[in-house]
């Protein structure tokens, strides 16, 4: 489980503590289970897969598919509504491609405050 977990989080460019902090659980805890020394709980193992649009069995090691049927239609989905994004993103060098992730995230972070703020 810890290379599965893992993985995914540094694909999506996450430190522990934001992915943690998504989940509500503590670094540590992530930590534990990235290196699979701690058992899982059902819930976190359930917001991890949510998180991820992967299957509980691709994230346990039971299955070396990503996404059942209903995972895979929502992927589509959403990749045929941001297909020009992407195509635009994937011609940027690596260096511009992380400048945008970086601006993106903190655009998310300031759209989280200010729904906190407005509560």
Do not use: C, H, P
Not at 3 to 26: D, V, W
Not at 98 to 118: F, G, H, P, S, Y
């Amino acid at each position: 489980m810890e290379s599965r977990i893992k993985k995914l989080r540094e694909k999506r460019g996450l430190i522990q503590a934001i992915l943690a902090a998504e989940l509500g659980i503590t670094q540590q805890m992530l930590s534990k289970y990235e290196r699979d020394t701690s058992t899982i709980k059902v819930d976190v193992l359930k917001e991890l897969a949510k998180y991820f649009n992967v299957t509980t069995d691709y994230l346990l090691g039971l299955s070396d598919v990503k996404r059942d049927l209903t995972g895979q239609i929502k992927m589509n989905e959403t990749i045929d509504e941001y297909y020009d994004l992407i195509e635009v993103y994937k011609k940027l060098d690596e260096y511009d491609q992380e400048l945008v992730w970086t601006m993106m995230e903190a655009i998310k972070k300031n759209d989280e405050k200010r729904k906190r703020e407005e509560k």
